[in-house]
């Protein structure tokens, strides 16, 4: 069974203290890695794609990149506008749903 | 504007009463989804379409009912039998094709509310 686990949990930063989010998958076949971002009673917004292990997508001062078992999503000097919930999904070879893992709550305070 | 449009953002449901969100997009979308979104959940899979006329159910398909007619809609219906249908509902869409087109966006969403 496919399987997607995001930690941590909750992320709390101070403006500026950069860090990173994770995205550890379990799947057959990888098709391709999604992030989004949802901020509160909205739907997500789509970030990143990502396709194969090695690869790097950036927007801002966010950085995505992928392994063969893993994703991060770096956040370089993050604003208070950078709260938001960061969710990671997978969609494994042939045409099926993605998968979504829980997601991380990111708060960044000025 | 492209897009997906849901509405109503907020729906009051009665006990015992059948409801129906809706979804439409613009974006010439083959595939369709929708999701439940609870507090600490993430977002389950109820029922989604590749295509119009057919739809499969998701992981949490009990109490919920959809239709494709047309391309661009894909209505849900919650149903009395969804004992606990409080919740935030997602729709999404993509383009079925290669794997540089298995992009799903969302809509902006609908809460729904138990009276």
């Not at chain 1, 999604?34 to 990502?50: C, V």
């Not at chain 2, 009395?80 to 992009?103: H, I, M, R, V, W």
């Not at chain 2, 966006?105 to 609908?110: A, D, I, V």
Request: one cysteine or more.
């Amino acid at each position: 069974e496919d399987q997607v686990t995001q930690s941590p949990e909750a992320l709390r930063l101070q403006e500026g203290e950069s860090s990173s989010l994770n995205c550890s998958y379990t799947v057959s076949g990888l098709r391709g890695l999604f992030w989004y971002r949802q901020d509160p009673g909205k739907g997500p917004e789509f970030l990143f794609t990502l396709y194969s292990a090695g690869e790097e997508k950036e927007k801002e001062r966010l950085k995505a990149t992928l392994t063969k078992k893993e994703s991060f999503l770096h956040i370089t000097a993050p604003k208070p506008e950078d709260s938001a919930t960061y969710l990671c999904a997978v969609i494994h070879s042939g045409n099926t749903p993605l998968v979504f893992g829980k997601g991380t709550r990111l708060s960044v305070i000025a | 504007d492209g897009g997906i449009t849901q509405s109503p953002k907020y729906l009051f449901r009665k006990e015992g009463q059948n409801v129906t969100l809706s979804c439409e997009q613009n974006l010439n979308h083959d595939a369709m989804y929708w999701y439940r979104q609870d507090p600490g959940q993430g977002l389950r899979l109820i029922y989604y379409s590749q295509i119009v006329n057919d739809f499969q159910k998701g992981d949490i398909a009990e109490g919920y009912s959809v239709s494709r007619e047309k391309k661009e809609s894909f209505p849900l219906t919650v149903t009395s039998a969804q004992k606990n249908p409080t919740a935030f509902y997602l729709c999404a869409s993509k383009q079925s094709g290669p794997a540089d087109q298995e992009t799903q966006y969302f809509g902006p969403g609908t809460r729904l509310l138990v009276l």
